[in-house]
């Protein structure tokens, strides 16, 4: 059975202090994995898609990399609007998106 | 502007009433998706339709409706059938599944519905 899981469930950093969440999923047929940032109240950004081990991608503070069991979501340097939660999913063989529960990221000044 | 907009932002009803959130999209996607979204839990499939005049069922379709009768519009019905209506619903597009940037999916801002 296809199935994401997200963690940390919340992580509090100081602006400025470096940090990871994590991705772990088990698909068959992984036809890509998607990063999203979701403000409350609001629908899901997207963010980045990764296809194959070993690729990374970039984005202003974040930084997305994947292996073939789990991707990472790395946050360089935080500022306050980098707070929201954080939502990863993949598609396999099926036509569906597979989404994990999210990790929610404060950040204080 | 290319986006998905979704209305009501807020809505409310009464318990045993049918209710009818509205989704349109002018990327001209062919695939949308309903998605319903409570604490603590990841989103959850209710319909998905690749095609127009065609759908099928996600992983909690029970009591909800859907139709596909024009490629810009996907509207979604909350039967009284319906146990917990009470959620966050999203609405979703991308292409056609087919190969690289065709699985992105892109959400709408939301329908928020209570039912009391």
């Known amino acids: 059975e296809d199935q994401v899981t997200q963690s940390p469930e919340a992580l509090r950093l100081q602006e400025g202090e470096s940090s990871s969440l994590n991705c772990s999923y088990t698909v068959s047929g992984l036809r890509g994995l998607f990063w999203y940032r979701q403000d409350p109240g609001k629908g899901p950004e997207f963010l980045f898609t990764?296809?194959?081990a070993g690729e990374e991608k970039e984005k202003e503070r974040l930084k997305a990399t994947l292996t073939k069991k789990e991707s990472f979501l790395h946050i360089t340097a935080p500022k306050p609007e980098d707070s929201a939660t954080y939502l990863c999913?993949?598609?396999?063989?099926?036509?569906?998106?597979?989404f994990g529960t999210g990790t929610r990221l404060q950040v204080f000044p | 502007d290319g986006g998905i907009t979704q209305s009501p932002k807020y809505l409310f009803r009464k318990e045993g009433q049918n209710v009818t959130l509205s989704c349109e999209q002018n990327?001209?996607?062919?695939?949308m998706y309903w998605y319903r979204q409570d604490p603590g839990q990841g989103l959850r499939l209710i319909y998905y339709?690749?095609?127009?005049?065609?759908?099928q069922k996600g992983d909690i379709a029970e009591g909800y409706s859907v139709s596909r009768e024009k490629k810009e519009s996907f509207p979604l019905t909350v039967t009284s059938a319906q146990k917990n209506p009470t959620a966050f619903y999203l609405c979703a597009s991308n292409n056609r599944l087919g190969s690289g940037t065709d699985y992105e999916q892109y959400f709408g801002p939301g329908t928020r519905l209570t039912v009391t």
């Open positions: 990327l001209n996607h062919d695939a």
């Open positions: 339709s690749q095609i127009v005049n065609d759908f």
């Open positions: 990764l296809y194959s």
């Open positions: 999913a993949v598609q396999g063989d099926t036509d569906k998106l597979i």
